[in-house]
């Protein structure tokens, strides 16, 4: 097998790169703020086998700061030794949708029971009439295992 060095998009279809995207750990979303600081932020997100898709109300302040600028960051991680964590970077388009964003209601049914998903779905329509989706396409992937797949400064 050919090593696949960090940064090559290939490393989305590793077999510990699919568990973090079909996992239930949210992702930490890392932007640059307006005043040029940074900010990084749990989100739940959906994977589609090409892109990472979020969700929020039209109203989120992130909103403003990724259309200023839309480079941002993600980390997925587990929490379970050796650790497993996925890095991805790329542009973040926005895009409002009327109603819940589809990718919103299937990452709700991931991180939920069904029945429960529902309820909060439902709870989420009677609030928003509308939603902003985020779609980062990756333009850069990395995966540390820590068992095979090392940060460069352990790396020989």
Known sequence: MKAVHQGNLELLQHPASQELL??????RLAYVWTDGTPRAIPIWFHWNGRDIIMATPPKAPKLKALARNPKVA???DDNIFPHKVLLVRGTARLETVD??????????????????????????????????????????????????????????
């Open 74 to 76: 993600l980390t997925i």
């Open 99 to 156: 109603g819940i964003v589809p990718e919103y209601a299937a990452a709700a049914e991931r991180y939920f029971e069904p029945e429960l998903a529902q309820a909060w779905l439902q709870q989420l329509r009677s609030q928003i009439s509308s939603m902003v989706r985020i779609t980062i396409t990756p333009e850069w992937a990395a995966l540390l295992d820590f068992k095979t797949r090392f940060p460069s400064a352990l790396s020989s």
């Open 22 to 27: 079909h996992s239930k750990i949210p992702a």
